[in-house]
């Protein structure tokens, strides 16, 4: 069966940090890959996708990720987080079907 | 355009009750997606719903039903409800018609059901 691990449950990083959260999945076929983010009091909104090509993809507010097939992951990447960055992320994956697989999410506390 | 909406927000349930929830999609959207999310254990899918039928389905057990519209709006039941049915349940719709528009999910505020 399909699954997603994040594997950072808790993250608390000072503003300016640079952020790395980890995502790795488990299907051999092709997959659609997903960040979304859960601000405080907020919907959950998508934040990048990736389907095919350039495994580097840009999202919103300046995150980014990268695809590794070879290590099944797609982490999440943003260079400075700013405090406005606290949040809730979730790493979901697809494999074609619209049945999405979810992370359990990374709680993220940037500190002024 | 209106985002997703869900109805009831709040609902408080006793145990062996059962329960109905409310997913309005955005207009035009045609798919309507359930999760149960709890702390730990983040979003789990409990089903899809295209043109009322239902077309993918989650590890959960029968007493977890789902119905879809002829207006895309969708309802979710849990019958003879139990103290771990305690979630946030949340909805989202999104394009069809195909390519990557289609995978793109917008969820709504959720429903957050206590059972006692």
């Known amino acids: 069966a399909q699954s997603v691990s994040q594997h950072n449950h808790h993250v608390i990083l000072s503003e300016a940090a640079s952020l790395e959260l980890g995502c790795n999945y488990s299907?051999?076929?092709?997959?659609?890959l997903f960040w979304y983010v859960q601000y405080p009091g907020q919907h959950l909104q998508l934040l990048l996708k990736?389907?095919?090509?350039?495994?580097l993809v840009k999202g919103i507010k300046g995150f980014e990720a990268e695809f590794i097939k070879s290590k099944f992951s797609f982490n999440l990447r943003k260079p400075s987080v700013q405090w406005s960055d606290t949040a809730e992320y979730f790493c979901a994956v697809t494999s074609g079907t619209y049945k999405y697989i979810f992370g359990t999410g990374t709680r993220l506390k940037v500190l002024a | 355009k209106a985002g997703v909406t869900q109805t009831p927000r709040y609902l408080i349930k006793t145990r062996g009750q059962q329960v109905t929830l409310s997913c309005s999609p955005i207009?035009?959207?045609?798919?309507v997606s359930w999760y149960q999310q709890t702390p730990g254990q983040g979003l789990q899918f409990l089903f899809e719903?295209?043109?009322?039928?239902?077309?993918n389905k989650g590890n959960f057990p029968g007493r977890f039903s789902g119905r879809q519209f002829s207006n895309s709006r969708s309802e979710m039941n849990v019958s003879t409800l139990e103290l771990g049915d305690s979630a946030l349940y949340l909805c989202?719709?999104?394009?069809?018609?195909?390519?990557?528009?289609?995978?793109?999910?917008?969820f709504g505020p959720g429903t957050r059901l206590t059972v006692t």
């Open positions: 207009s035009g959207h045609r798919s």
């Open positions: 299907y051999g076929g092709t997959v659609n």
């Open positions: 989202a719709s999104s394009l069809t018609g195909g390519g990557r528009k289609a995978y793109e999910q917008y």
């Open positions: 990736y389907f095919s090509g350039d495994p």
């Open positions: 719903y295209f043109s009322e039928t239902q077309r």
